[in-house]
């Protein structure tokens, strides 16, 4: 039985391309809504081929140490998370920290390998650094975009994973960026 015929929409996938940075580069600042303000690499894409999250180092072009290796671009992401955070989903995950004694030792962990993966990339004699694990946090739950993000990039996070169960797949069928601008006909969806 074909996916039609179980009332399942077929999805129309366009066939994604291979951008250069420069391309990168404009898509994520479009899905910004401003300039980047240090050069990231993309560490993720969605089915589309385009930006969900970019590695940024830990100065910024004018010297501004930065606690955030992993950023989120995909608006469809941002969106769907920031309705998990506005509905209390930092309090949530902090709760289930303080209650799951093993959920708490992997948040601790997954912020430890956070800092540690972002501080090898501080170049010699910077001063000042930035510090912290996941999005700057010394503890706990500060940003669910940022611990999705960490997950999204390949590390191993407990919130993030949480996080990507509730809001993946990132299943949009037209491109939220297209020729380095806003794609009008595009929305979040749900």
Not at 36 to 47: K, N, T
Not at 138 to 143: L, M, Q, R, Y
Not at 169 to 182: F, I, S, Y
Request: proline share 9%.
């Amino acid at each position: 039985m074909g996916r039609c015929s179980l009332g399942l929409r077929q999805r129309r996938r366009r066939k994604s391309v291979d951008m250069t940075d420069a391309d990168d580069r404009k898509v994520i600042e479009t899905q910004l809504g401003r300039p980047q303000r240090a050069d990231s690499e993309v560490v993720s894409r969605c089915h589309l081929g385009l930006p969900v999250v970019v590695r940024v180092p830990p100065l910024l072009d004018d010297g501004t140490p930065f606690p955030t290796l992993y950023w989120l671009t995909c608006p469809l992401a941002v969106a769907r998370i920031a309705r998990l955070e506005s509905s209390g989903g930092v309090k949530r995950m902090d709760a289930k920290s303080e209650s799951d004694p093993q959920f708490a030792e992997d948040l601790e962990t997954a912020h430890r390998s956070y800092e540690t993966e972002r501080d090898v990339r501080v170049p010699a004699g910077a001063n000042p650094t930035p510090s912290g694990g996941v999005g700057g946090s010394s503890s706990g739950v500060k940003c669910l975009h940022a611990h999705y993000a960490h997950t999204r990039a390949g590390g191993d996070n407990p919130v993030g994973k949480l996080v990507r169960e509730w809001i993946e797949p990132l299943d949009c069928t037209e491109e939220c960026v297209v020729d380095g601008d806003p794609n009008p006909t595009w929305t979040p969806r749900p």
